[in-house]
């Protein structure tokens, strides 16, 4: 169950009225909630304010004994308890103008605030949102509107390309019947000599073009070559450092398997000069 505390540990907290263990509770509950402290630090303030009101002595008036009159007897309890409560009353309604106190009875329950009332934000209804249909027929609008609009921008397109088509035929006829022209009127030899030109042409991009492949051909086999060279080459460096490593694994277990022999050696000698000793020699019969 969490720590809530109430008015009366605030006010015991405030008169130095607590326990210790109640205290440190109290403490800890106030660093972990700021608007605890400022609570406590509105009653400090109401505190000292109170008390720095200082008590005025009311002084009953004289009352005249066998006077025809009735008065007021001043000193009957009742009437002291009915003073001391509009004193206090008057008292409060004064310190809590100064202060900013704010008192309010709700719902059967009593509030006392300080400061100024906040004002409490007003929400706004919410509004209506759209349904499944709504949301498909808006859907449907747009995607309608875009085709129309695509379906216009193509025909437009169209027609602009028709249009630029027909003008460029326009203009290369012109120049399509004059070289049909030049051609019908160019002699057997003029078309002998253009022909013999092209195929000379013809011959040197061939011959250029075979060149040129078979020298890229034989620089891609060279540089395979070479990088299968290097590969031999690594592979054999490979290899001799695995051979080499295997040979100082086998030199190592060599010397470990001599060196282990030795000791068996050692311990078997040592044990055979102990039992030998330890055992009586008979005497002779002779």
Same mark, same amino acid.
């Given at each position: ?31 972990? #909630? ?6 406590? @630090?509105?009653?400090?303030?109401? *505190? ?20 025809? #009159? ?26 809590? $103008? ?30 209506? *949102? ?10 449907? /609008?747009?995607?309608?509107? #875009? ?7 193509? $025909? ?73 060279? $290097?590969?031999?080459?690594?592979? &054999? ?15 190592? #277990? ?16 040592? /044990?055979?000069? /102990?039992?030998?000793? *330890?055992?009586?020699? @008979?005497?002779? &019969?002779?």
């Amino acid at each position: 169950m969490s720590y809530r505390p109430d008015e009366k540990d605030f006010m015991a907290y405030l008169y130095n009225e607590m326990e210790s263990q109640e205290k440190e509770k109290f403490e800890r509950y106030l660093l972990e #909630n700021p608007e605890a402290q400022k609570e406590l @630090s509105g009653m400090q303030r109401l *505190s000292n304010m109170m008390s720095a009101v200082k008590d005025k002595e009311v002084i009953a008036p004289p009352i005249v004994i066998g006077d025809v #009159n009735p008065r007021f007897n001043w000193n009957t309890p009742y009437l002291k308890t009915i003073i001391s409560i509009a004193a206090a009353v008057t008292l409060i309604i004064v310190v809590g $103008k100064v202060a900013g106190i704010q008192a309010s009875f709700s719902n059967n329950e009593f509030k006392l605030s300080f400061g100024e009332p906040q004002k409490t934000e007003q929400t706004l209804p919410a509004t209506p *949102s759209l349904t499944a249909t709504e949301v498909q027929d808006m859907i449907s /609008t747009s995607l309608n509107e #875009n085709n129309v609009a695509m379906q216009a921008t193509w $025909k437009q397109t169209q027609q602009q390309l028709d249009a630029s088509i027909r003008k460029n035929l326009a203009d290369n006829s012109g120049k399509i019947n004059q070289l049909v022209q030049q051609a019908s009127t160019a002699s057997q030899d003029q078309i002998r000599q253009f022909v013999s030109g092209m195929q000379t042409e013809n011959v040197a991009m061939v011959k250029d073009y075979f060149q040129l492949t078979s020298s890229e051909q034989k620089k891609y086999i060279e540089n395979l070559l070479v990088d299968f060279a $290097k590969y031999l080459q690594q592979q &054999r460096n490979d290899d001799l450092q695995l051979v080499q490593s295997r040979l100082n694994n086998l030199e190592q #277990n060599t010397d470990l398997f001599k060196q282990e022999t030795e000791q068996i050696l050692s311990s078997i000698i040592t /044990t055979v000069g /102990t039992n030998g000793n *330890s055992v009586p020699v @008979s005497g002779s &019969r002779y």
